[in-house]
């Protein structure tokens, strides 16, 4: 008898945590499409590594994000400076199963009577198919950093008077004006959207870069890093953190239009004034919400057709971390370590990319060592023994969690402690 037909999936905390941060933020991104109605375009700097999921039991769970928000200036043909909001996106006891949701939110299928939490999003459905949770309970956590848990004192704040949910009322971007011009008399600022299987509940955060709003992505800091010296590059337990926290955020947002499963290195970005000298610790995802070319997920008409998905490339998103994944142990761009037998061998350098990537995880350097370059493969082939390609399905989320995530983290510690890092 095969004993690995027996064994289940790796489940812990954390990974079912990454599953709810998932379900969260695929509703929180519809919700900013409709938050505002006065601009086109608008950006959020989606800080990764700092999504927090707050279970007081395992029956209650709130999401906390933190992001710059920002709209295009039409007359300036530039984004401004971004608001730093925080975000609690609270699963409400009433939260219906994804099934009795519609592709179209305004047309809602027949209510099912259900007796426990189920989320929400149609691509993390099968999440709560293994996980049964009966009658959830809410307590409203405090913002983050705020240091208060008296939830009657929370519940005055967004009660007097009562806050807006700019799914259906009030403008968020106008909203955020008026506060500009008058200091509010509470952190809270509104709902993106109020009613629902998720309540996101918008308040004031702190910045978390203290480097200004200009950002430099992770591409323009590999190509600069590339020309440097040795005494400038990044230490090994730097990078593999780093590389922890992007894997994390695959398994996050993959199938949500907070990730393109086009996602590259230019899609990453930090705080600060030039490549050499901005730091790597605090990752931010750009993501665009609005008609802009270059959104998540652009409208395709019936002249267009969606762009043809690489025949060599298993699974777009792990391959994608993996080609990230080499850039960061090189520090130098795919592109600046390609060779000749990789535009010969990609017809025309329509594969450029892959036959790189699969060259170079063959001979990566070693400075990571060779577990570092087992992952990298995994990544590149999606080949963790499930025999399916698709991260919506649990099995596969938990080898990747246990063979990518984990591994990765394990390695960090590793190099932290010979490197004798805080």
């Known amino acids: 008898m095969n004993k690995s037909l027996n064994l289940a999936p790796r489940r812990d905390a954390k990974f079912e945590e990454r599953k709810m941060v998932h379900d969260a933020s695929s509703r929180l991104y519809k919700a900013l499409e409709r938050a505002c109605q006065l601009h086109t375009e608008h950006l959020i700097?989606?800080?990764l590594g700092s999504q927090q999921v707050d279970v007081q039991d395992i029956q209650s769970p709130v999401v906390r994000f933190n992001m710059g928000f920002t709209h295009h200036h039409r007359i300036l043909s530039?984004?401004?400076?971004?608001?730093?909001?925080?975000?609690?996106?609270?699963f409400n006891e009433s939260a219906k199963t994804s099934e009795e949701y519609s592709e179209d939110e305004n047309q809602r299928l027949p209510t099912v009577k259900t007796n426990g939490l189920k989320h929400c999003s149609s691509t993390s459905s099968v999440i709560s198919k293994r996980t049964k949770l009966s009658s959830v309970r809410f307590t409203l956590p405090a913002p983050c950093g705020s240091g208060s848990s008296d939830s009657s004192l929370i519940g005055k704040?967004?009660?007097?008077?009562?806050?807006?949910?700019?799914?259906?009322?009030?403008?968020?971007?106008?909203?955020?004006?008026?506060?500009?011009?008058?200091s509010p008399k509470t952190k809270y600022i509104g709902y993106?959207?109020?009613?629902?299987?998720?309540?996101?509940?918008?308040?004031?955060s702190p910045p978390t870069?203290?480097?200004?709003?200009?950002?430099?992505?992770?591409?323009?800091?590999v190509s600069t890093m590339s020309k440097a010296g040795a005494s400038d590059r990044f230490l090994q337990?730097?990078?593999?953190?780093?590389?922890?926290?992007l894997a994390s955020a695959v398994l996050q947002f993959h199938a949500t239009p907070m990730l393109k499963n086009s996602w590259r290195s230019h899609d990453v970005v930090f705080f600060g004034q030039s490549s050499l000298s901005t730091s790597i610790t605090l990752p931010h995802l750009q993501v665009r919400i609005g008609d802009s070319p270059s959104s998540?997920?652009?409208p395709i008409t019936r002249q267009e057709k969606p762009p043809k998905r690489d025949v060599f490339v298993r699974n777009p998103y792990l391959f994608n971390l993996g080609v990230i994944l080499i850039e960061l142990a090189y520090q130098a761009p795919i592109?600046?370590?390609?060779?000749?037998?990789?535009?010969?061998?990609?017809?025309?350098?329509?594969?450029a990319d892959f036959f790189t990537a699969i060259r170079l995880s063959e001979i990566m350097a070693p400075s990571l060592g060779p577990a570092y370059a087992k992952v990298v493969r995994k990544c590149l082939w999606c080949d963790f023994g499930e025999g399916v390609t698709d991260l919506g399905d649990p099995a596969l989320q938990a080898s990747v969690y246990t063979n990518i995530v984990c591994e990765l983290e394990r390695l960090e510690r590793g190099f932290a402690k010979l490197q004798l890092a805080d």
């Open 209 to 221: 870069s203290t480097h200004g709003s200009d950002t430099v992505s992770l591409a323009e800091i």
């Open 335 to 351: 592109s600046s370590l390609r060779q000749e037998s990789d535009l010969i061998n990609s017809q025309n350098g329509k594969h």
């Open 296 to 298: 998540s997920n652009p």
């Open 157 to 182: 704040s967004l009660d007097n008077p009562p806050l807006p949910d700019f799914c259906i009322q009030h403008d968020f971007c106008h909203e955020l004006e008026k506060c500009r011009r008058k």
């Open 237 to 245: 337990y730097k990078v593999l953190r780093l590389a922890g926290q």
């Open 192 to 204: 993106f959207e109020k009613a629902g299987p998720c309540q996101h509940l918008v308040y004031f």
């Open 78 to 90: 530039a984004m401004l400076e971004p608001v730093w909001i925080g975000v609690e996106s609270i």
């Open 45 to 47: 700097l989606l800080r």
